[in-house]
């Protein structure tokens, strides 16, 4: 029998009804039954890859997914080494806005390809659901005022209607995209109360929900039991295009749940505890599965905040199965009945339903973690791995502050910084002052019980009269309007705003760096005496200067903390023996005089529970109640008409001649463009923020003739080439190793030795024809799915990364854009190699008939002669990726191969 023979049998002896319990019925492809068919044991499989199978099983057409796809997933053994790669097809793609416009080019310019080639333009078109926020480009330029929520929106319509504009034609000329406008709420937020389905039909066959994301925190929707996660831009045009995805067979950690959270612990704290410890177990690129008893005190809301934080602590998923606290959520969250008892149906009848209790199912390895150990913290300065107990913070801060910056410190002498007075509003800014206090992210405002704790603390202390340091910038950007409707039928958002927490946009703001401007005078207060100033926020990122350029130190922490940390107007406070400040009779207040109790923050979360508040919220059309962008005119047509004018919108250059080049083949007389440390952040490689003057991509603007106060920043510009490139590795905390005792994007010319920005050096290369690698430690690319920290990569002409580690999304990205990840081998580590920027590289091994993982040779040749031969090995580590980076990329490949399904056009 041929393999498409085998396939169709497969599928025809798992073809099963599903009685749906309203008197409806629905074929399905049973997993359980594969374990006859394979003599498998199925229930022996972690639930997370049984999802996984369950797609394999029903994609099986005997072309590019194959009857041995199925049998290698079944027979999955917990401690094998894994050498197979698996199809997986999702059911959906959500789409934010920050690297959502850019796929939205790529597949234009993909498209214009295919019309130029002779085929339709349908042919380029969404195949599964599109759902797409716009919610990364809200700025925090007006707060704690009661219309900084309409003045924030309409500048931001204001600001961004030239890409809004494309997206609107994008959305209508792809079709199969549901769109959120600006207001609408987080994509992350939005997807878990509104968007996830909680079952998928497609020809009349139901399966689970399924979905990858262009923004890392896709993940986020393992916490309601659907298989999904971030990819990053690259990926998701494939899986836009019904494409499957080819990943590698993944270890599955087993994380063993026990205990209840005690009173006082919040979602927050748990997820900070959890981050802290997967990162040091070291789960990068594994699914991660929580199941055990512990699970029953979790609900959604806490799971989800666990889950969205898995890019964080490295996995590609942190998963909780569908059970009895997922039906709640459903209910409390507006779905309808019926949906909900399909749910339950479709899911017990494929052994999908329920966490596993211990030894149910073979892990990997197994993780414990008893809920009972989880104590308030924080995590900072400057990564969210970085856990410190709440009661060790004053202590931990003033050692980092006086630590060495060769350690991480900040090297300062913390004079006079435990001289603060509780009463006094007005004093002279020191290291350790927060400068922004800000209520953000879909991590926590996902959860209703942080939010209500926000409220109830903030009602608190508004009762004793204290306010926040006038030094603070307090901010509330929740991710979706159900929060608002809550916290104002509880009696909450008045002291929320009575503290400056007054309601700014409904994005992700601060969190992504659009925490907006300080006051100049506190801003050039922190210049003129290089202050350390601080920010606390409820986010899951804290990356150097991605808060804020003038912040050098960032906490996340949990909603209530947050506006505690504004009360108390610096980190340097020890909470149990120090006041927040001074009530109306003078009288100091504590933390824990206003912290909620138990029995307050239960009677909040029965009100906020009510599923009225959802039904209400997500019954408007966002975009005909918002007249700013329903004035943005609708474009018509199948192709995009560019203009050759715009500093905001260029078509993408991905298919060009020079970019769909192989890159397999020996590098020889490379020079380092960069060599970094470990840590480096996607914040690092990416340009975020704000463009400023004087930098390529601030001079590239002026010499088109724009002002420097429509700069905007770079998120805006995302889709302008040009000015990306111009920014890649310029963030200001950026320390090349090639430039001793210097930050930012800068770097050493060889063989001159002449220190220039990033960009002119890699123009100076260019010229030269020079081929260019990066040179960095451990953790590479850490943070957002960031598609364009592999893009900018490509087009400073970048041909290889050789790093101690990569991070998953980020090593895929560079695969996606024909850039090579090679790891150096056998535990050696780039200050091993001891590079001063002199040597020339040679990578030899390269060619076109690589194999996976295969080992390669780097030579560096030294300025004195002498030679240093270094393994490595090339991180391509399945057979598509090696078809990816044959044809320069992704888009290249997708390109030729749908144009060889088309066939030969009629001229």
């Known amino acids: 029998m041929n393999s498409t023979g085998e396939a169709a049998a497969l599928r025809s002896q798992t073809l099963r009804k599903v009685d749906l319990g309203d008197g409806r019925t629905l074929d399905y492809f049973s997993v359980p039954a594969l374990g006859d068919i394979f003599n498998g044991s199925i229930s022996r499989l972690p639930v997370s890859l049984r999802i996984v199978l369950e797609s394999v099983l029903r994609n099986c057409d005997g072309r590019k997914v194959l009857a041995s796809h199925v049998e290698a997933l079944v027979n999955w053994r917990s401690k094998a080494t894994r050498d197979e790669e698996i199809p997986f097809t999702i059911g959906r793609v959500i789409l934010n806005c920050a690297a959502g416009i850019p796929v939205l080019g790529d597949l234009t310019a993909i498209r214009s390809a295919m019309i130029e080639r002779g085929h339709p333009a349908d042919m380029i078109r969404p195949r599964v659901p599109v759902d797409m926020a716009l919610d990364h480009t809200l700025t925090v330029d007006y707060h704690a005022r009661p219309d900084a929520l309409r003045l924030n929106t309409a500048l931001d319509i204001s600001r961004n209607a030239e890409r809004y504009r494309f997206v609107k034609w994008a959305a209508k000329a792809f079709g199969g995209i549901r769109l959120f406008p600006p207001g609408s709420g987080i994509l992350h937020q939005l997807n878990l109360e509104l968007l996830a389905p909680g079952y998928l039909v497609k020809d009349g066959v139901c399966f689970p929900d399924t979905l990858v ?220 002052d927060i400068v922004i206090a800000a209520i953000t992210s879909c991590t926590n405002t996902s959860n209703p019980g942080v939010m209500l704790a926000a409220g109830l603390l903030a009602k608190k202390a508004v009762s004793r009269g204290l306010k926040p340091k006038s030094w603070v910038k307090t901010s509330l950007t929740p991710g979706s309007t159900v929060v608002s409707r809550y916290l104002e039928e509880a009696d909450l958002q008045s002291s929320l705003d009575a503290l400056g927490f007054s309601v700014a946009g409904y994005s992700c703001a601060t969190c992504v760096g659009a925490s907006g401007p300080l006051e100049p005078a506190i801003e050039s207060e922190i210049a003129k005496n290089d202050l350390v100033g601080c920010a606390v926020l409820s986010g899951n990122r804290n990356f150097e200067a991605r808060i804020h350029p003038a912040v050098r130190a960032s906490f996340l922490a949990s909603p209530p903390l947050v506006v505690a940390f504004a009360l108390a107007g610096r980190v340097d406070i020890e909470f149990a ?305 090696l078809d990816y980076v044959r044809s320069g990329g992704i888009m290249p490949f997708m390109l030729d191969e749908l144009a060889a399904k088309a066939g030969t056009p009629d001229r």
């Open 577 to 881: 023996s120090e006041p927040l400040g001074l009530d109306i009779d003078a009288q100091p207040v504590f933390l824990r005089d206003i912290w909620p109790t138990p029995s307050e923050l239960a009677q909040a979360q029965a009100l906020a529970s009510n599923p009225k508040f959802y039904l209400e919220a997500y019954s408007h059309d966002f975009a005909a109640e918002n007249p700013d962008w329903s004035a943005i005119p609708q474009i018509e047509g199948e192709i995009y008409p560019w203009d050759p004018d715009s500093t905001y919108l260029k078509e993408p250059p991905f298919l060009e001649p020079m970019s769909t080049v192989s890159p397999l083949r020996p590098i020889l007389g490379a020079r380092a463009l960069a060599v970094l440390g470990d840590s480096v952040t996607t914040d690092h490689i990416s340009p975020i923020g704000s463009i400023r003057q004087g930098t390529p991509a601030g001079s590239y603007l002026r010499e088109l003739q724009v002002s420097p106060r429509d700069f905007n920043n770079f998120g805006a510009r995302r889709m302008n080439h040009e000015i990306m490139v111009r920014g890649g590795f310029s963030n200001q905390r950026l320390r090349n190793l090639l430039v001793p005792g210097k930050e930012g994007g800068v770097t050493a010319h060889q063989p001159d030795g002449e220190t220039m920005s990033i960009y002119d050096a890699a123009e100076r290369y260019r010229k030269g024809q020079v081929p260019l690698v990066i040179f960095a430690g451990q953790e590479y690319g850490t943070g957002s799915a960031r598609d364009w920290a592999a893009k900018v990569t490509k087009l400073l002409g970048v041909t290889a990364v050789i790093a101690e580690g990569f991070e998953r999304i980020h090593r895929s990205n560079l695969v996606g854009m024909g850039v090579l990840p090679c790891q150096l081998a056998g535990g050696t580590r780039v200050s091993d190699l001891f590079l001063d920027g002199t040597e020339s590289f040679d990578v030899v091994g390269l060619g076109e008939d690589v194999r996976v993982r295969q080992p390669l040779q780097l030579i560096i040749e030294r300025a004195g002669g002498d030679r240093t031969e270094v393994p490595l090995i090339l991180r391509l580590d399945t057979l598509a990726e």
């Open 213 to 432: 994301g262009s923004d890392s925190h896709s993940c986020m929707i393992a916490g309601l039991g659907t298989v999904g996660w971030g990819v990053g831009g690259i990926e998701v045009q494939a899986a836009m295009l019904g494409q499957p995805m080819f990943m590698a067979m993944p270890d599955v950690v087993g994380v063993h749940v026990t205990g209840a959270l005690r009173p006082g612990v919040t979602g927050t704290d748990l997820v900070l505890h959890v981050t802290d410890m997967l990162r040091k177990a070291k789960v990068v690129g594994a699914f991660v599965e929580f199941f055990g008893a512990g699970l029953a005190n979790l609900g959604v809301p806490d799971r989800a905040t666990v889950a969205n934080m898995a890019v964080e602590y490295g996995a590609t998923i942190g998963y909780f199965a569908v059970d009895e606290q997922t039906l709640a959520y459903l209910r409390q969250t507006g779905r309808s009945e019926d949906l909900v008892r399909a749910t339950e149906s479709i899911y017990r009848a494929q052994g999908f339903f329920g966490a596993p209790r211990p030894g149910d199912v073979d892990y990997s390895r197994t993780i414990e973690l008893d809920l009972s150990t989880v104590e308030a913290s924080v995590a900072g300065p400057k990564r969210p791995q970085d856990k410190i107990p709440l009661n060790l913070l004053k202590e931990q801060f003033l050692d980092t502050l006086a630590a060495p910056v060769a350690s991480g410190g900040y090297g300062k002498v913390p004079s006079g910084i435990m001289a603060r007075d509780a009463a006094s509003d007005q004093h002279r800014l020191r290291d350790g």
